[in-house]
């Protein structure tokens, strides 16, 4: 299995703030990254695909970088509807695996 | 535009066999000719992380996570434009929200490999 880390696991920050949330394969998945938010009692939601692609409909202050083992999630500047769980996960191989989260909270 | 709605028993017992259902609505389950839509089952045990349990493609193609490969069977029922999850001899950490996901593949010449739409979850309980 590719196994994924996230770090860190949370974070506070204030609304403003740039954010950024790293994800780490345990082997090379080219870009086959996925990143997803999630709030408290909701599915989650595509952000970025691909690693870098922004899914359909998602604010322009989301982007996402990175290739082969090592990826980020960049929010520009935090609004107050970002505070959420953020899950990276890769369509590399199966089985598809998940990252750990990283909770966002407010400062 | 495609919705997915999973529905379930809410509490099981011990050793008991859960069943789930999606149901796809605002499109087809086998999509066009063309379609390379996957749709998985996705679980999230009480303030826990994202676990993938497997997938199935309209042919009945599956493909399962080895860690819950043993007990778990995803079956796809295009007449009913729905596809099914049961689970033989539960325990309590088998408790937890079970979603339906769908993976397209490709939309047009792009590849979207990820779950780009997800159904509000069902809450599973297993307890006597």
């Known amino acids: 299995d590719s196994q994924l880390t996230q770090s860190p696991s949370s974070l506070s920050a204030s609304v403003g703030d740039r954010v950024t949330i790293t994800c780490r394969a345990s082997q090379s998945i080219s870009t086959y990254l996925n990143w997803y938010q999630q709030k408290p009692g909701t599915a989650p939601k595509l952000l970025i695909y691909?690693?870098?692609t922004l899914q359909s409909g998602v604010p322009s202050r989301f982007s996402g970088s990175g290739s082969g083992t090592d990826f980020t999630l960049t929010i520009s500047s935090l609004h107050p509807e970002d505070f959420a769980t953020y899950y990276c996960?890769?369509?590399?191989?199966?089985?598809?695996?998940f990252g750990q989260g990283t909770k966002v909270e407010i400062k | 535009q495609v919705q997915l709605q999973e529905s379930g028993p809410g509490l099981v017992k011990p050793s008991g066999t859960l069943s789930l259902t999606c149901a796809v609505s605002?499109?087809?389950?086998?999509?066009?000719?063309?379609?390379?839509?996957?749709w998985s089952w996705v679980r999230q045990p009480p303030g826990k992380g994202l676990e993938w349990i497997g997938e199935i493609y309209h042919s009945g193609s599956t493909n399962y996570n080895p860690s819950f490969k043993s007990r778990f069977t995803i079956s796809v029922d295009t007449s009913q434009n729905q596809i099914s999850l049961k689970v033989r001899s539960v325990t309590a950490a088998d408790t937890a929200v079970y979603y339906c996901a769908r993976d397209p593949r490709t939309v047009g010449a792009t590849i979207v490999d990820a779950f780009d739409l997800w159904g509000q979850g069902t809450m599973v309980t297993v307890s006597s």
């Open positions: 605002g499109g087809s389950i086998s999509g066009s000719l063309s379609s390379t839509d996957w």
């Open positions: 996960q890769q369509s590399y191989t199966s089985p598809r695996t």
């Open positions: 691909g690693a870098s």
